[in-house]
């Protein structure tokens, strides 16, 4: 009985850790990399994830690349005239010591454009993300059904590729 249930456990390890979905780089902790599931032609796709700092040090992440896409961008949303607008967060995203910023839709987020490829729901791709201080981390960014919507219309048209 005791090896059966030994046996068990060994066996259900891989597949626990397989379906774990937050990444850890230095003290950063990066929760369930997700995407929408793209439309046929979207030029541009959203990246979204939590990322938690629990060192007494702020980070920034930079940006990063993948190979899902021509270019992975940081993007920034406000809101003017009921109309949320995107700008690239040139100078990256901040992460505070002891804070926690979430990346979703119509807020902070990553921006994939021109996208190589379009995973169907429960599909995945990976993507490096880019740390000022904690270097590079790996991730999968996993394709969830569509997100809720942001509060207006988004304006991409300053996202046309190159």
Known sequence: MIRLAVASALLALPLASATAHDFKVGTLELKHPWSA????VAPVLGGYL????????????LGGSTPAAERLELHESSLVDGVARMRP?????EIPAGGTVSL??????IMLVGPKMRPPEGGSFKATLQFEKAGPVEVEFVVQGKPPQPAG???HSGHAKP
């Open 104 to 109: 979703q839709p119509g807020g902070t987020h």
């Open 50 to 61: 939590t990322i938690v700092n629990s060192g007494t040090e702020g980070d920034r992440l």
């Open 37 to 40: 599931k793209a439309p046929p």
């Open 153 to 155: 219309p988004e304006d």
């Open 89 to 93: 967060a040139r100078q990256g995203i």
